[in-house]
């Protein structure tokens, strides 16, 4: 059997992009609007302020106002909550996106529950939450709506497949199982409790790994032609790069996938890095026009595709 279609997250995210791009200048100029995205960063994590700037970047790169707020570490609930309240009310800020994790001494439930749901590009606001399981007009979370895009482009109808979600999380496995179920998938949501979970997975057309274990599934896991999407981003040590100037073993990206004995096997695989990542922001980025659109009585625009 071939090796497998590699399916190329880089590209279908850069396409989105500039198909956001062109549909915020359609809005500039027929309603004098500006989308507005505003990320909030509490804290110095380096990861955090890295994917941060790479937001921005984006945004003012699609034409849109990008705005940042940038807090201490020690800044209080009460205060994180009051910037929240004002973003809501502010009518030039069309979407809200507060960076996880947030400093232990804040409960990120409460914070995500105060931005208003109509704002919550994040799409993890319960009210969101409820709309994308009873197939409402919801805000999804971003992973695993760019995951159902790589999907689409490359199956077209999903409809009558199995699929296997490993992973179970509130910001991946859970949103991706109704997306696919949306799309009239017979859907199994595992995880790493799972009885014979590579059985179960063997059964799958399409197996979406979110799990957060570095390349947790085997290629023998995965039936012959199947379609897998792989979320994980897994920084493991990599003897065979050599070492760094500490001493120290250089490290490499795995996914969740152990991909070259996946690929052996599969009709199709995203890689990491290069697959579903880049996906994220520019999905986020989508999400802003789309709560732009619809906070000013706009057709959802059609950029997904």
């Known amino acids: 059997m071939s090796e497998a279609t590699v399916i190329d997250g880089k590209a279908f995210a850069a396409g989105l992009r500039e198909r956001v791009a062109r549909e915020v200048t359609k809005i500039k100029d027929a309603h004098g609007i500006t989308p507005g995205l505003a990320v909030v960063l ?5 990861a955090s302020k890295v994917y941060v700037g ?50 232990k ?3 990120d ?74 799309e009239s998938c017979t859907v199994t949501i595992a995880h790493s409790r799972t009885d014979d979970l590579p059985g179960k997975c063997r059964e799958a057309d399409i197996v ?9 599934v085997k290629g023998d896991w995965i039936k012959p032609g199947a379609t897998v999407i792989d979320v994980g981003i897994n920084r493991v040590e990599a003897p065979e790069k050599g070492t760094n100037e500490d001493g120290s073993p250089k490290t490499k990206l795995v996914g969740d996938v152990d991909y070259a004995g ?21 999905c986020l980025l989508r999400n802003a026009l789309v709560a732009c659109c619809r906070q000013n009585g706009i057709d959802d625009p059609d950029v997904d595709f």
Not at 61 to 81: F, N
Not at 131 to 151: E, F, N
Not at 208 to 216: F, K, L, S
């Open 54 to 103: 790479s937001k921005a970047k984006q945004t003012v790169e699609c034409g849109m106002e990008s705005i940042e707020h940038r807090l201490d570490e020690s800044t209080s609930e009460e205060d994180l909550l009051a910037l929240v309240n004002q973003l809501n009310d502010d009518p030039k800020v069309n979407g809200i996106l507060v960076q996880l994790p947030l400093p």
């Open 42 to 46: 509490v804290g110095e994590d380096p």
């Open 105 to 107: 001494h804040i409960d």
């Open 208 to 216: 979406v790994a979110a799990v957060g274990r570095p390349e947790m």
């Open 109 to 182: 439930q409460k914070v995500l529950s105060t931005i208003n749901p109509d704002k919550d590009v994040d799409g993890f606001h319960t009210t969101n939450v409820g709309r994308l399981w009873t197939g409402g007009d919801a805000l999804v979370p971003c992973t695993p709506y760019g995951c159902s895009l790589l999907l689409k482009d490359h199956l077209g109808d999903l409809s009558g497949k199995n699929a296997i979600v490993v992973g179970r999380s509130n910001i991946v496995g859970k949103p991706m199982a109704a997306l696919l179920l949306a």
């Open 262 to 282: 996946a690929a052996a096997v599969a009709g199709a695989i995203t890689p990491v890095p290069g697959g579903v990542g880049p996906m994220t922001i520019a």
